[in-house]
């Protein structure tokens, strides 16, 4: 328990703080220039450096306080000459009992539920599995997402080859229209030959026709150029 503080402690302590503070407030005075109340830096100073003299002055007349009996907290120290003993404080002896409770309470709390070292064992084991089952689930994953991708894939090439054979197929309609349409012109071409021919003979027997009228028209004309019978 901490020792008392007496009145005349209280006075001699506030004595000697507030002298320091006139020799502090002096010295800030003195090196700034200051004055106050017609006193300058030096003068403060100097009655700062008087009131701390007669401070010192009291302080060795004063008597000290009392100090705490320490022969009654550690016995040992009540002779200089034999060697300090270590012992334990009742405090680190009540910790390790609690400790050593505690442990035991953990022990038995283990013990209850029946977490045993193969129970850890097991649950060590069945973390591992756990860990390769994820592992191998990753690994199917992607084996999955790239068996998605070559299907995708597949399917891009399947709609271009289906793009490509509807193309060859209106390339290949368009070839049998063309197909048909010279066909049809060789047809046309054929009918128009044998029309031709046919032309060129009605021609001929027109032209015969013609130099037949034209022999009996000429004869006709004979005959009328011949002079009269009287």
């Known amino acids: 328990m901490a020792a008392k ?16 503070a006139v020799v502090i407030i002096g010295a800030l005075f003195k090196i700034n220039h200051y ?8 003068t403060i100073l100097a009655i700062g450096l008087g009131v701390e003299a007669l401070i010192f ?7 000290p306080s009392g100090q705490y009996d320490w022969e009654k907290a550690y016995p040992e120290l009540a002779d200089g000459n034999e060697p300090v003993k270590a012992r334990k404080s009742k405090a680190i002896i009540e910790t390790g009992d609690a400790e050593v409770s505690l442990s035991n309470k953990l022990d038995k709390m283990l013990a209850d539920a029946k ?10 084991d069945g973390i591992e599995n756990f860990n390769h089952s994820v592992t191998d689930i990753n690994k199917t994953v ?27 197929q209106v390339q290949l309609d368009s070839g049998k229209k063309q197909v048909e349409l010279n066909q049809k012109f060789v047809n046309e071409m054929q009918k128009s030959a044998a029309g031709s021919e046919q032309f060129l003979k009605e021609m001929n027997k027109l032209t015969s026709n013609v130099n037949s009228l034209n022999q009996v ?13 009287k």
């Not at 209280?10 to 320091?20: H, R, W």
């Not at 977490?115 to 060590?124: A, K, N, W």
């Open 217 to 229: 028209y000429g004869g006709m004309l004979s005959a009328m150029r011949s002079p009269n019978i």
């Open 115 to 124: 977490l045993d070292t193969s129970l850890m064992t097991r649950l060590r």
């Open 5 to 20: 503080a007496t009145k005349k402690d209280v006075i001699l302590n506030m004595v000697y703080s507030l002298g320091a």
């Open 57 to 63: 002055v009291i302080f060795a007349f004063d008597t």
């Open 35 to 42: 004055s106050i109340l017609g006193l300058d830096g030096s």
């Open 142 to 168: 992607d084996a999955s997402r790239a068996t998605q991708a070559y299907g995708d894939q597949l399917a891009l090439a399947a709609n271009h080859m289906e793009s490509l054979n509807a193309l060859y």
